[in-house]
C-alpha cells in the first residue's frame, strides 16, 4: 500500500501502551490512522490496529517501549508513510519545561531529570523520544507537557505547606491534564459565542480525573497536585488522601512503598470502593449497591471539589464536562449539576441525553445561571497542532 503521505506522527506513550496517531503534516487537524498498543512490558503485547492500517507484520510478546515504537517506525515507512516530524505527550516538564518545544539534547535530559517527580510516565516518554532519535537522528521531534497549561497558578495555589527547602527543591503541585484542558479551552473559544467565559471550571472524568479553575483561559488551580494520585476519585486511584494514612500503611501495617504504591494506584478509587470495577460504563450497568456507592462517592468528590475551585476564583460561569466519562455519562452529569444548584446548574434534560461533539453542548436550561457544557477532548490534536507550529514553521 503506498500512501506517499506527509505525517506527523503524534506518540502518547503510557506505562503499558503506546497510543499513536497520524495527523496530515498540511492540515495537522485531520487524523489519517491511529491506533494502540498495550500490555507493553508484560511479555503479552497486544495490537488495535484499524483494518486500513498497513501490514505491520508481527510483534514481538515481549517488546518494551523501544522495541514498539521501533517496530511501529518500521511499519509505517514501508506503509509507504512519509513522516516529517514527530509530537510526544510527555507527562512531567517541571517548572522548567513550561511550554511545549523542540526537543534537544538539554530538553531530553531535563526529561530524564525529572523522572523521580513522575516515575511511571517520564521514562517511558523518554524511551519514546530515543527510539525515534535512534532511527531517525534528524527528525525534528517535539515535547508537549501535560503540566504546562497550569504554569499559570499563582504561587499560593502550588504550594504545600511543608518546610520551603521542598518547595525550592520542586516539590509543588503542579497539576496535570493540561492538554486536554487547552484543547477543551481553544474549542470552546471557537464554539461560544462570546468566547470563554471569565470564570470557568474544566472537569476531565477518564480513568484519571481532576478539575481545573480557569480564570480568562488561564489555569488557576487543579485538584491534581505533585502527582496525579491526588484530587478526584478516579478509576483506581483515590485522589485526595489523608498524609496520616501513608504513615499508617508504614508504621502499623507493615506495608513498604511498592505495596503502598500498587494500592494508590491500581486498587482504589472506583474499583476499590465498589470491589467490581474502574471503569464507569461497568458500575453504571452494575445493578450492585457497591457500583452504586462508588458512583455517588465520584459525584460527591467532584460536587466539593467544585466548591474549593468556585472559591478559588471568585464564583463561576461555567462549568464543562470532557473526558470519557464527562462525554458521554448523561447520568454522572445528571448527578454533578443536581450538585451544583448551588450554583445556579439548571439542568435541560433532552440536551443532557445527547452526547459531546466537538463543539460545546450546552446542557442547561438557557435562562440557567450556571451554564454549563460537555464537550469532545482532543488531546492529539493539540499535539500535531504544537508539532506543526513548533517543527514545520519557517
Ligand atoms: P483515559 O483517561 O484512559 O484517556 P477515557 O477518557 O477514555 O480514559 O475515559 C475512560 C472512562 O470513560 C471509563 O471509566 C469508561 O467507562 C468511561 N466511559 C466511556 N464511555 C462511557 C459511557 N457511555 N458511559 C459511562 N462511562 C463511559
Same mark, same amino acid.
Given at each position: 500500500m503506498a500512501h506517499e503521505a506527509l505525517v506527523l506522527l503524534v506518540i502518547n506513550a503510557g506505562s503499558s501502551s503506546v497510543k499513536f496517531a497520524l495527523h496530515d503534516s498540511a492540515h495537522p487537524g485531520t487524523v489519517i490512522l491511529r491506533g494502540q498498543l498495550a500490555g507493553i512490558g508484560t511479555g503479552a503485547v497486544r495490537t488495535d490496529l484499524p483494518a486500513e492500517a498497513p501490514d505491520f507484520g508481527p510483534l514481538r510478546e515481549d517488546a518494551d517501549h523501544a522495541d514498539a515504537i521501533d517496530w511501529l517506525l518500521e511499519g509505517l515507512a514501508a506503509g509507504g508513510f512519509s513522516i516529517v516530524a514527530v509530537g510526544h505527550r510527555v507527562v512531567h516538564g517541571g517548572t522548567r519545561l513550561s511550554a511545549a518545544c523542540r526537543i534537544d539534547r538539554t530538553v531530553e535530559a531535563e526529561i530524564e531529570r525529572l523522572i523521580p517527580l513522575a516515575r511511571s510516565h517520564n521514562p517511558h516518554n523518554l524511551a519514546a523520544i530515543r527510539a525515534v532519535g535512534k532511527r531517525w537522528p534528524a527528525l525534528p521531534q517535539v515535547a508537549c507537557?501535560?503540566?504546562?497549561?497550569?504554569a499559570t497558578q499563582p504561587e499560593l495555589a502550588t504550594l504545600l505547606a511543608v518546610p520551603r527547602r521542598f518547595y525550592d527543591a520542586g516539590v509543588r503541585r503542579y497539576g496535570f491534564h493540561g492538554l486536554s484542558y487547552q484543547s477543551v479551552v481553544a474549542r470552546l473559544g471557537r464554539g461560544l459565542e462570546g468566547g470563554l467565559p471569565e470564570r470557568t471550571v474544566i472537569a476531565h472524568l477518564g480513568n484519571g480525573a481532576s478539575l481545573c479553575a480557569l480564570a480568562d483561559g488561564k489555569s488557576v488551580a487543579t485538584? $491534581? &497536585?505533585?502527582? +496525579?494520585?491526588?484530587?478526584?476519585? $478516579? &478509576?483506581?486511584? +483515590?485522589g485526595l488522601t489523608d498524609a496520616g494514612f501513608i504513615l499508617y500503611l508504614l508504621e502499623e501495617c507493615g506495608m513498604n512503598a511498592g505495596e503502598i504504591s500498587d494500592m494508590l494506584q491500581r486498587e482504589s478509587g472506583l474499583l476499590g470502593l465498589s470491589g467490581i470495577s474502574g471503569d464507569m460504563r461497568v458500575l453504571e450497568e452494575c445493578d450492585d449497591a457497591r457500583a452504586r456507592f462508588a458512583i455517588d462517592a465520584f459525584c460527591y468528590r467532584i460536587v466539593r471539589e467544585t466548591g474549593s475551585l468556585a472559591a478559588a476564583l471568585g464564583g463561576i460561569d461555567a462549568f464543562v464536562f470532557t473526558g470519557g466519562i464527562g462525554e458521554n455519562s448523561a447520568m454522572i452529569r445528571a448527578r454533578v449539576m443536581e450538585g451544583l444548584a448551588w450554583l445556579g446548574a439548571e439542568p435541560d434534560p433532552r440536551a443532557n441525553g445527547l452526547k459531546a461533539g466537538d463543539s460545546p453542548l450546552r446542557i442547561t436550561t438557557a435562562d440557567s445561571r450556571l451554564s454549563v457544557y460537555a464537550i469532545r477532548t482532543d488531546e492529539e490534536g493539540i499535539i500535531a497542532a504544537e508539532t506543526a507550529r513548533l517543527a514545520l514553521a519557517g
Open positions: 507537557f501535560d503540566t504546562a497549561f497550569h485538584t $491534581m &497536585g505533585f502527582t +496525579p494520585l491526588d484530587g478526584l476519585i $478516579m &478509576g483506581t486511584r +483515590p
